[in-house]
């Protein structure tokens, strides 16, 4: 029943000829050629750094009281859901 594949002449085949063989060395080949593509990709397309002073505008934005806006649809969940029983009142002063 279980034969190993042979040519006419009895001899056995060479590895490259059984396709189980090319999923063995395929799969992780792909998987390798992938991983140079996301590297490569990360490489030449690197994220915007963050502003140097980042930590002096947010303090300003908090100063200001402009910068917070407070809107119910945005509000986390547990706010949100500890304040689903009075959705006329708002939930947050500022």
């Known amino acids: 029943m279980n034969k190993t594949p042979s040519d006419p002449a009895g001899a056995p085949q060479p590895w490259?000829?059984?396709?189980?063989?090319w999923l063995v060395l395929g799969?992780?080949?792909?998987v390798i050629m992938a991983g140079f593509a996301t590297?490569?990709?990360?490489?030449a397309r690197p994220?915007?750094?963050v502003d140097p002073d980042y930590y002096r505008k947010g303090l300003e934005l908090g100063?200001?009281?402009?910068?917070?806006v407070v809107d119910k649809a945005q509000l986390p969940a547990q706010v949100?859901?500890?304040?689903?029983?009075?959705?006329?009142?708002?939930?947050?002063?500022?």
């Open 63 to 68: 100063r200001s009281g402009r910068g917070v």
């Open 47 to 49: 994220d915007a750094v």
């Open 27 to 30: 799969l992780p080949a792909a």
């Open 16 to 21: 490259w000829k059984f396709p189980m063989m």
């Open 80 to 94: 949100g859901r500890n304040h689903a029983v009075t959705p006329g009142k708002d939930p947050v002063q500022r």
């Open 39 to 43: 590297l490569w990709i990360a490489m």
